[in-house]
């Protein structure tokens, strides 16, 4: 990879052998953007017929009515000077002055990664890895600096943050600070978004944009089960295989706003960032702030294409920590078996059920600590019940072990229930308004993690928990979204900090937790998917997909995630029928193959299942065991899109390309059958592949451009998988 800068033409030029990226700098100094995409060999101003006179345009150079900020494409854009279209960032000064302007300043080349304070990001293990481009912008009349920076990897991504400096002798107020903008040239895009609901998260939404804008955000204090901080921009007509994708994506876990919007004349503008509602960042002078890192992906092989760019980066260069490298626990979780229902016997019986059955890791939901038996009381208070675990955890969690099994813990740490000691003694650690009485949600409130010493309490608590080194896996929940923006710690211009502040102190925990306790295995959840994001999988290498268990259900929600998530991030467990959400009865057969195209889990009270429904389970988890580095470490490929056909299926390629795992489920049976074909996808096409159960033997070029058909199953939800092996 390599970043130039040629002087004449003021350009810079970041590229590699598959993209380029190219910025300006243009009339009075303002930053343009000239392109992203497939690599080209150098810029030559193609591109500059945006120079015209035009109705309502504000011209910064009074005497060229030609130069309108309105019509160029913007690299960082401002309000106040005539782009009147979304800007970038925002400021507010003491006089209440909002107008800012700020000029390029200046460049440095860097060799290697600079990462945002505080914040994950894509990181690199040399410094060879990366190069990155800082740009400098002033503002000299109230001296402030914003650097932009850019870096370069060698696959087809770069990734952007900005870090705002005050270089003044006031405080400025940030209003509004975006990780990037980016202004596209005038051509037809489908914009794709991942949005749903608590149990329906990453439903695909892809709709042709024409005017207007389309704007994404959460601003619940997480990334959210709602919304995910991803834009796709997507040639129209593009498909799995084929077409041009731009992919943007936050590597942040808290309050967004994504947006694209057209510009009058044609143009494209796309942003992603923390939120701009409720947010005010008080940067005192000498101070500096940093924006979360957006990854910009660009694929010319289709959606396809640019998930296994994100899934490669986000496995390899996000994910941190052994277990990024180890095949991931096949686990069993005991809340859908027993709710709130735990004890240390029934406990112990499971574990010899789960010994039995191959699985390797069982996992005590909610419901084991002081007085929780419902989800009313006891947040907050990380000490166990002694009623229902007289000896003590400690004492279960070795148990457990010496059966076989790993013992693994369900937290929900940034939470605290009314009725809780935490409460009676720290009522102020609450994130409330000063006035009003907090808004309750599953009957609790949420602790303000802006607060260093409610940081360093639920550390300790944890920590508590896991030092003995019996508890190998920690489930971090998160069941509530944030009301009552408010802090009692923060002081008056603070309090429009408290959502990213929030954020930033529940990744300090993070960060002291998984450095303190590199062994334990950290799972992320919040009601299931409500914070996949890769900001959370920068601590913990694996999220809890989704609270919807129904495999039919889970065909969308996986198809929806792994367009950003490698299969290696996902929980995905088999649960008892009927399914607990929706109450649809599938067979235990297409269960396990949903579930088996993530981490597989079990999550069901195995002593309630029949011998032979047993007998199979311990089949399943043998065949996993065997699949699962081609699962977790392989190639992925959506063969058929259950969103819109009556089917879902996908292959996997193991990395050594020997194993070729298929799968298909068809939704409902249809009298007129309608034959499926589906041609798999990553093999060689001049390669021999034995269909491991059958012993038949295909071409690569075989599956790869005929197919494969299903036969006719009378039957809704019926599932398929073929196994082959690479002669
Ligand atoms: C959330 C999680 C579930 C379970 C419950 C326990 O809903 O997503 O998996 O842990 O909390 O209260």
Not at 84 to 88: I, Q
Not at 185 to 188: G, Y
Not at 663 to 666: D, I, T, W, Y
């Given at each position: 990879?390599?970043?130039?800068f040629?002087?004449?033409?003021?350009?810079?030029h970041l590229y590699?052998?598959?993209i380029?990226?190219?910025?300006?700098?243009?009339?009075?100094?303002?930053?343009?953007h000239c392109y992203?995409?497939?690599?080209?060999?150098?810029?030559?101003s193609?591109?500059?017929?945006?120079?015209?006179d035009r109705?309502?345009?504000?011209?910064?150079?009074a005497?060229?009515r030609?130069?309108?900020?309105d019509t160029?494409l913007?690299?960082f854009p401002?309000s106040?000077?005539?782009d009147?279209?979304?800007?970038?960032y925002?400021?507010?000064?003491?006089?209440?002055?909002?107008n800012?302007r700020?000029?390029y300043?200046?460049?440095?080349?860097?060799?290697?990664?600079i990462?945002p304070?505080?914040?994950p990001h894509v990181?690199t293990d040399?410094d060879?890895?990366a190069?990155t481009?800082?740009?400098?912008l002033?503002?000299?009349?109230r001296?402030q600096r914003?650097?932009?920076?850019?870096?370069?990897y060698e696959d087809?991504v770069?990734?952007?943050?900005?870090?705002?400096?005050n270089d003044?002798t006031?405080?400025?107020?940030?209003c509004?600070?975006l990780?990037?903008?980016?202004?596209l040239?005038?051509?037809?895009y489908?914009v794709?978004?991942?949005s749903?609901?608590h149990?329906?998260?990453?439903?695909?939404y892809r709709?042709?944009?024409?005017a207007?804008?389309v704007?994404i955000?959460?601003?619940r204090?997480?990334?959210?089960p709602?919304?995910t901080?991803?834009?796709?921009l997507l040639?129209?007509?593009?498909t799995e295989e084929?077409g041009?994708v731009?992919?943007v994506?936050?590597?942040?876990?808290?309050?967004?706003?994504?947006?694209?919007?057209?510009?009058?004349?044609?143009t494209?503008?796309v942003?992603?960032?923390?939120?701009?509602?409720?947010f005010?960042?008080?940067?005192k002078?000498k101070?500096q702030?940093d924006?979360?890192?957006?990854v910009?992906?660009?694929?010319q092989?289709?959606?396809?294409?640019?998930s296994a760019?994100f899934?490669r980066?986000?496995?390899?260069?996000v994910?941190?920590?052994?277990?990024?490298?180890?095949?991931?626990?096949?686990?069993?979780n005991?809340?859908?078996?027993?709710?709130?229902?735990?004890?240390?016997?029934k406990?112990?019986?499971l574990a010899?059920?789960a010994?039995k059955a191959?699985?390797?890791?069982?996992v005590?939901?909610?419901g084991w600590f002081?007085?929780?038996?419902s989800?009313?009381?006891?947040?907050?208070?990380?000490?166990e019940?002694k009623?229902?675990?007289?000896n003590g955890?400690?004492?279960?969690?070795?148990?457990v072990?010496?059966?076989?099994l790993?013992?693994?813990i369900?937290?929900?740490p940034?939470?605290?229930?009314?009725e809780?000691?935490?409460?009676?003694?720290?009522?102020?650690?609450?994130?409330?308004?000063?006035?009003?009485?907090?808004?309750?949600?599953?009957?609790?409130?949420?602790?303000d993690l802006?607060?260093p010493?409610?940081?360093e309490y639920?550390?300790?608590?944890?920590s508590?928990i896991l030092?003995?080194?019996n508890i190998?896996y920690v489930k971090?929940?998160?069941?509530?979204?944030l009301?009552d923006?408010g802090?009692?710690f923060?002081?008056r211009?603070s309090?429009?900090?408290?959502?990213?502040?929030y954020?930033l102190?529940l990744y300090?925990i993070?960060?002291?937790?998984?450095e303190?306790?590199?062994?334990?295995?950290?799972?992320?959840?919040?009601?299931?998917?409500g914070?996949?994001d890769?900001?959370m999988?920068?601590?913990?290498?694996?999220?809890?997909?989704?609270?919807n268990t129904d495999?039919v259900c889970?065909?969308?929600i996986q198809?929806?995630?792994?367009l950003?998530f490698?299969?290696?991030?996902?929980g995905?467990?088999?649960?008892?029928?009927?399914?607990?959400?929706?109450?649809?009865?599938t067979?235990?057969?297409?269960?396990?193959?949903v579930?088996?195209?993530?981490?597989l889990?079990y999550e069901?009270d195995?002593?309630k299942?029949s011998?032979g429904e047993?007998e199979?389970i311990?089949?399943?988890?043998?065949?996993?065991?065997r699949?699962?580095r081609?699962?977790?470490?392989?190639e992925?490929y959506?063969?058929a899109?259950?969103?819109?056909e009556?089917q879902?299926?996908?292959?996997f390629?193991?990395e050594?390309?020997?194993?070729?795992i298929f799968?298909?489920?068809?939704i409902l049976?249809?009298?007129?059958?309608r034959?499926p074909t589906?041609?798999?996808?990553?093999?060689d096409?001049?390669?021999?592949?034995?269909?491991t159960?059958?012993?038949e033997?295909?071409g690569g070029d075989?599956?790869m451009?005929?197919?494969?058909?299903i036969?006719r199953?009378r039957?809704?939800?019926?599932?398929?998988?073929?196994?082959?092996?690479k002669?």
């Open positions: 990879m390599q970043i130039s040629e002087e004449e033409q003021q350009v810079f590699n052998d598959k380029s990226y190219v910025i300006q700098v243009e009339k009075q100094r303002y930053l343009k992203y995409g497939k690599r080209i060999k150098r810029w030559h193609g591109i500059k017929d945006y120079y015209y109705g309502f345009c504000a011209n910064p150079i005497e060229d030609t130069f309108s900020l160029q913007r690299e401002e106040g000077q005539g009147f279209r979304s800007p970038a925002e400021l507010e000064d003491r006089n209440g002055d909002k800012a700020f000029f300043n200046g460049y440095r080349i860097l060799s290697g990664k990462a304070d505080g914040l990181y040399a060879t890895e190069m481009l800082e740009i400098t002033q503002d000299k009349v001296n914003i650097l932009l920076y850019y870096t370069i087809a770069v990734t952007r943050f900005a870090k705002w400096i003044g006031e405080p400025i107020e940030i509004r600070f990780s990037m903008n980016m202004d040239p005038t051509q037809e489908d794709l978004t991942l749903g609901a149990t329906e998260e990453k439903n695909v709709r042709p944009l024409c207007d804008s704007t955000e959460s601003s204090g997480t990334s959210s709602q919304a901080p991803f834009i796709g040639s129209p007509g593009t084929q041009e731009l992919g994506n936050l590597i942040y876990s808290g309050n967004f706003y994504g947006c694209v919007q057209c510009g009058q004349y044609g494209t503008r942003q992603l960032g923390i939120n701009p509602f409720q005010c960042w008080n940067l002078p101070e702030f924006t979360p890192e957006a910009l992906v660009y694929s092989e289709g959606l396809g294409g640019m760019i899934h980066l986000y496995r390899k260069r994910c941190r920590g052994k277990f990024r490298d180890q095949e991931r626990p096949v686990l069993l005991s809340w859908e078996g027993m709710y709130f229902a735990l004890s240390e016997e406990l112990l019986g010899d059920e010994v191959g699985i390797e890791l069982l005590m939901d909610d002081r007085g929780r038996n989800d009313t009381t006891s947040l907050g208070d990380w000490v019940d009623e229902k675990f007289p955890i400690q004492d279960l969690a070795k148990k072990r010496e059966k076989g790993e013992f693994g369900w937290f929900e940034e939470m605290i229930s009314y809780s000691e935490l409460y009676k003694q720290h009522s102020d650690w609450v994130i409330k308004s000063h006035c009003y009485s907090p808004i309750q949600s599953r009957n609790q409130l949420v602790l802006s607060n010493k409610v940081c639920l550390t300790e608590a944890i508590e030092k003995d080194g190998t971090w929940d998160m069941n509530r979204h009301t923006l802090s009692t923060l002081d211009e309090q429009g900090e408290l959502s990213h502040r954020v102190g300090s993070l960060e002291q937790l998984t303190s306790f590199p062994d334990v295995l950290f799972e992320g959840c919040s009601s299931g998917g914070r996949f890769a900001g999988l920068y601590y913990m290498p694996q999220t809890w997909t989704s609270d495999a889970r065909l969308k198809h929806g995630t792994s950003l490698p299969s290696i991030s996902m995905a467990h088999v649960s008892a029928v009927p399914n607990h959400q929706v109450g649809r009865t067979s235990l057969e297409t269960r396990y193959l579930a088996a195209a993530g981490n889990g069901l195995l002593k299942l011998q047993l199979q311990k089949k399943q988890i043998v065949q996993y065991k699949l699962r081609t699962v977790q470490f392989g992925y959506r063969l899109d259950p969103f819109t009556n879902a299926a996908w292959n390629v193991s050594d390309g020997k194993q070729v799968s298909h489920v068809q049976a249809r009298s007129a059958y034959i589906l041609r798999l996808r990553g093999l096409p001049k390669a021999e592949y034995k269909n159960e059958t012993k033997v295909f075989e599956l451009y005929a197919g494969i058909t036969p199953v039957q809704d939800f019926s599932g398929t998988m073929i196994v082959f092996e002669i």
